[in-house]
């Protein structure tokens, strides 16, 4: 492994990383092979850009689809979660993080999603789970008390006057929720967890109507209503309440199930809300509401109710996924084959944390 080289073709969001998910899903293992190579022939980063989506922690998960993640590559994903640990933990006392220290795509959140698909269950995930369980607790700032996720810069990552408190699950406080979920589901809990999962659940019952929170919103006893925008994945309502589902089935709380799951239809049969959506990708588009809804009514009592909304994502997808001028994962037709394609059988929505 080495830090020297940083290639677009370790990324899985867009990269050659993504293509090789796809045709290890296919269980076509001698085309993967070949973006295997090409991923990695120049080196495999640990640095500081190391993330589930980037490096050698997406090198990880992809080949544990295939059950080829030896013992190296993670012993190079436990050094970068070593460091990113460290510096979480050289954060000043009181301070805001930054997004990139915890959300999914760059931080703990795509961490702790990865360790916790290893088998056995990888020993540094509680640690990482603690790092995200403190985000519940808030921070004073400005004044006044902060959600302990809150980040004194904007989404985009220049200034912006009160900072914002994420809500999405690519970037925001759902990809803690959820990973955090999934591992009380699973049986691995560290002290503080189930009460972080209350506080994200019930600030995103508040705010998660709105792609982010401003400090405006904290002033008023209710946050104004969202203005129209994009449903998807990573930013929107249909993201935040699979995280939401999840958070109901860890606690056993049948009503945000229920709430969970009516939003999720709600959405998703608006022909206003869904005029607003443009492409056919996982992150922001039909492939993503596809995997999603697959997900969110797999854990649903009444499945079938979200069977007529599978379709219509299906008969929209197949539709336009052709069209994608991108060939890769998150933002192109290789994620879009995998979502229409049905399947999950290598666990591969655990990146997006649905499953």
């Known amino acids: 492994m080495t830090t020297a080289t940083v290639l677009r073709t ?38 500081s850009n190391a993330s589930l989506f980037h490096g050698a922690p997406a090198l990880e998960f992809v080949l544990a689809r295939a059950h080829g993640a030896g013992d190296d590559v993670r012993a190079a994903v436990d050094r970068v979660v070593d460091a990113r640990l ?44 603690a790092c995200l369980v403190a985000l519940a607790h808030p921070v004073r700032g400005d004044g006044r008390m902060l959600p302990g996720w809150w980040s004194p810069v904007g989404p985009d990552g220049k200034e912006m006057v009160g900072g914002h408190g994420n809500n999405g699950m690519a970037h925001g406080i759902a990809g803690p929720l959820a990973v955090l979920s ?32 401003t400090a405006a919103h904290l002033d008023t006893d209710q946050p104004p209503a969202a203005e129209p925008a994009r449903q998807s994945w990573c930013y929107g309502q249909p993201g935040i ?25 709600a959405v998703l049969t608006d022909p206003l809300r869904l005029a607003r959506i443009t492409d056919s990708t996982l992150c ?27 379709q219509d994502l299906h008969r929209r997808l197949a539709a336009d996924w052709e069209r994608l001028p991108k060939s890769g994962f998150m933002e192109g037709r290789a994620g879009a084959q995998l979502a229409l394609n049905a399947a999950d059988a290598t666990g591969w929505t655990r990146v997006l944390l649905l499953t």
């Open 10 to 47: 370790q990324d899985l969001s867009e990269g050659a990383l993504g293509m090789a998910l796809l045709h290890i899903e296919h269980r076509d293992l001698s085309t993967a092979r070949r973006h295997l190579t090409q991923a990695t022939a120049r080196g495999v980063s640990t640095g």
């Open 86 to 129: 460290a510096a979480a933990h050289r954060r000043p006392s009181g301070t805001l993080p930054h997004l990139a220290e915890w959300d999914l795509i760059r931080g703990l959140t795509g961490f702790a999603a990865l360790l916790l698909s290893r088998r056995p269950i990888a020993p540094r995930l509680p640690d990482v789970l």
């Open 182 to 213: 999934l591992a009380l589901r699973e049986g691995v809990s560290v002290p503080g967890q189930e009460k972080a999962i209350g506080t994200f659940a019930s600030w995103l019952d508040r705010h998660g109507s709105h792609y982010w929170s």
């Open 241 to 265: 309440a699979r995280a939401q589902q999840l958070a109901a089935l860890a606690l056993g709380e049948p009503g945000r199930r229920r709430a969970a799951e009516d939003t999720v239809e």
């Open 284 to 310: 922001h588009g039909w492939a993503g509401l596809l995997m999603l809804t697959r997900a969110i009514a797999a854990d649903s009592p009444a499945p079938a109710r979200f069977t007529p909304i599978i």
